[in-house]
């Protein structure tokens, strides 16, 4: 079934966050460790990339690896960015080729060094990039990012660089890490738990939410193009009443 041709391309999405979610029970299902869930991961990421760019999604946003995620094995961790460089050393010519905008976001001082400048030399060839900008989220805590929003806004205060009354929304957006995006306009969480985890906390503030049971080595092309079409089945009123939005010179 072509999934894609089902999606109106007058409603997308222009902000899409995703929570993968599932790797380790996947692997479990079928007998073996967390890690060869991780390893086929990467399928799933590539095939939501794609599915992103087909559909005319300008920003996505993957939830790679937390900042609790340090907590995790020492082997597992290892084992993470790993494929973290592996990966990016696999398809930065794809990113290149089709016009894809690689960025990062979390606390890279705890990443290490060969990750660092594996994911800076990406982010330097695709940095003019204008069809997808596609954000990783590594060792990353919306907590953390709004914390550090708060301290550097009231460093300028302090500075007399800003004063208290100055402080919006605008102000806050532009100290977060995400500065150069839109909000997210769509959130997905795969392998059936509904929690949002510590990401993006202030983006989603009117964001749609799509919660699907798949695991995510199983995430498909198609998974992302439904959870789009559910999307335009929703009325997005932020605040207003459905009379509104429907009849917005009526009211």
């Given at each position: 079934?072509?999934?894609?041709?089902?999606?109106?391309?007058?409603n997308?999405?222009?902000h899409?966050?995703?929570?993968?979610?599932?790797?380790?029970?996947?692997a479990?299902?079928?007998?073996?460790?967390?890690i060869?869930g991780?390893?086929?991961?990467?399928?799933?990421?590539k095939e939501t990339?794609?599915a992103?760019?087909?559909?005319?999604?300008?920003?996505?946003?993957?939830?790679?690896?937390s900042?609790?995620?340090?907590?995790?094995?020492?082997?597992?961790?290892?084992?993470?960015?790993?494929?973290?460089?592996?990966?990016?050393k696999?398809?930065?010519?794809?990113?290149?080729?089709?016009n894809?905008?690689?960025?990062v976001?979390?606390?890279?001082?705890h990443l290490?060094?060969?990750?660092?400048?594996?994911l800076?030399?990406?982010i330097?060839?695709?940095?003019?990039?204008?069809?997808l900008?596609?954000?990783?989220?590594?060792?990353y805590?919306?907590?953390?990012?709004?914390?550090?929003?708060?301290?550097?806004?009231a460093?300028?205060?302090v500075?007399?660089?800003?004063s208290?009354?100055?402080?919006?929304?605008?102000?806050?957006?532009?100290?977060?890490?995400?500065f150069?995006?839109?909000?997210?306009?769509?959130m997905?969480?795969?392998s059936?738990?509904?929690?949002?985890s510590n990401?993006?906390?202030?983006?989603i503030?009117?964001?749609?939410?799509h919660?699907?049971?798949?695991?995510?080595?199983?995430?498909?092309?198609?998974?992302?193009?439904?959870?789009?079409?559910?999307?335009?089945?929703?009325?997005?009123?932020?605040?207003?009443?459905s009379?509104?939005?429907?009849?917005?010179?009526?009211?």
């Amino acid at each position: 079934m072509d999934f894609l041709s089902k999606i109106n391309t007058q409603n997308i999405p222009k902000h899409v966050a995703v929570i993968m979610d599932g790797n380790g029970r996947w692997a479990k299902k079928q007998g073996k460790s967390r890690i060869f869930g991780h390893k086929n991961g990467v399928k799933a990421v590539k095939e939501t990339i794609v599915a992103a760019g087909n559909a005319g999604v300008k920003a996505l946003t993957l939830y790679a690896f937390s900042t609790e995620n340090w907590k995790r094995p020492e082997t597992e961790i290892k084992t993470l960015m790993t494929l973290l460089v592996t990966s990016l050393k696999n398809e930065a010519k794809d990113l290149i080729k089709n016009n894809i905008k690689l960025q990062v976001i979390g606390n890279q001082n705890h990443l290490p060094e060969i990750v660092r400048k594996g994911l800076n030399k990406v982010i330097e060839q695709t940095k003019n990039n204008t069809v997808l900008t596609l954000t990783i989220a590594l060792s990353y805590g919306s907590r953390e990012e709004i914390v550090n929003a708060f301290k550097n806004i009231a460093k300028k205060v302090v500075n007399n660089d800003l004063s208290v009354e100055e402080i919006n929304e605008n102000i806050i957006n532009n100290h977060l890490y995400t500065f150069t995006l839109p909000d997210v306009d769509l959130m997905i969480r795969t392998s059936g738990e509904k929690r949002i985890s510590n990401f993006l906390l202030w983006q989603i503030a009117y964001a749609e939410l799509h919660f699907t049971d798949v695991l995510w080595p199983d995430f498909t092309k198609n998974d992302f193009y439904n959870a789009i079409i559910e999307y335009q089945t929703i009325e997005r009123r932020f605040g207003k009443t459905s009379d509104q939005i429907k009849l917005p010179n009526e009211i």
